[in-house]
């Protein structure tokens, strides 16, 4: 073989270990969300899949609508989580810019936006009494 080519396997094995890398560290994914004071859990795998749901009896003292909204809001709270965690650990590919394509690629495919830059707090306002996101004023006081 000559120079080129060898230059060539070398960026094909290279590529493989990151993809097995990224294999492995994609199957260790697990985004967790809480509602309730984590009488609701929600835990999901990398693509969204539901690993786990538990809604504990001491979710049983609210409302139905306060339990529903809680496990939306521990659905929304898992998914975020994992989303973030993919993006870890497909760090190693965002800085390959052969690879970035594909990668843009594969994050519309579980349909992960791309970061575009850092990450910004969230500054939305608290949820109100009637909206989906909203814990009643009680459950906050049990957490501290």
Known sequence: MNTAENALVEKVEELRAKQRRAQQALAL???????LNAAVVVELDARGEVLRLEIDEAASKYDMAS???AVRRAFADARKDAEKQVRQA??????DTEMAQALEELQSHFGIAPQDGPSRPNTAAAPGPGEDD?????SW???A
């Open 29 to 35: 994914v697990r985004g967790k969300g809480y509602g």
């Open 90 to 95: 497909l760090g190693e590919f965002t800085a």
């Open 67 to 69: 339990v529903a909204s």
């Open 134 to 138: 909203y814990e009643p004023p009680a």
């Open 141 to 143: 006081l049990e957490r």
